[in-house]
């Protein structure tokens, strides 16, 4: 079974500064996918950021990119000029069986922004 | 974006009654739904696969004759909470994914509160 791992509970960061979130995950599958999602307050999930197994280059999206080792199953989330809206959880999560599968989720990181 | 939808958003039961939960894609025909719990301070779950018109794959540990679950449409699937407990209560949030290759991406629903008296 896939696992994810997420090792920081809970992280600050000052306003404006750029913060990694760390994500691991096992897996013996070759096709498969990786997401960062965002759960504020409101518990609503937003996709923060996606990347496929099989495209080496880094997924980016405005101030969020990813570095995303595959032969390491890293796969860290970088929030560059963090903003106050920044402040959520984190949930690492993975898709196998193609894409067909439901999500394996991490723990969750809690991102605390310091104004 | 892709907008689904899930009614209601927070119920309260008497323990042994049953509640139904629904969850809907607006704008998009979800072929894939799935349902995930979530316990206060605690991640996501799958509890499981719903496919349009074809029975549920439920993980490992999950009752299914306790959560049932219909996809009768492909904008529509339903969980049924039978003879509710107690320890049933939860967070249940529902996400769904399109038909079309490159939609392996899940959209989910706001989530509905369960709290079993």
Redesign the interface.
């Known amino acids: 079974a896939q696992t994810v791992t997420q090792s920081q509970p809970e992280m600050s960061v000052q306003e404006a500064e750029t913060v990694t979130l760390s994500c691991t995950y096992d897996t013996s599958e070759s096709d498969y ?1 990786l ?1 960062w ?1 965002k759960q504020p307050p ?6 923060v950021i ?1 990347q496929e197994a099989y495209k080496q280059q880094n997924a980016t999206e405005n101030r969020f990119s990813v570095n995303f080792q595959k032969a390491a199953k890293s796969f860290s989330l970088k929030i560059s000029d963090s903003q106050l809206g920044d402040a959520a959880m984190y ?1 690492c999560a993975y ?1 196998g069986g193609g ?10 990181t809690h991102l605390i922004i310091q104004p | 974006g892709a907008v689904v939808s899930q009614h209601p958003s927070r119920v309260i039961c008497k323990s042994g009654t049953s509640v139904k939960i629904e969850c809907r894609s607006l704008d998009f025909q979800a072929t894939t739904m799935f349902w995930y719990r979530q316990f206060p301070k605690q991640s996501l779950m799958l509890m499981a696969t719903s496919n349009e018109g074809s029975k549920a794959t439920y993980e490992q540990g999950v009752e299914k004759d306790k959560f049932l679950i219909n996809h009768a449409s492909l904008t529509l699937s339903t969980l049924t909470v039978t003879s509710a407990h107690p320890e049933d209560s939860s967070f249940y949030i529902c996400s769904a994914r399109g038909r079309d290759r490159g939609s392996e991406t899940q959209y989910f629903g706001p989530g509905t509160r369960l709290l079993v008296l």
């Open positions: 996918y997401f999602y409101s518990r609503q999930m937003i996709l996606r949930f898709m894409g067909a599968d439901g999500l394996t989720f991490g723990k969750g």
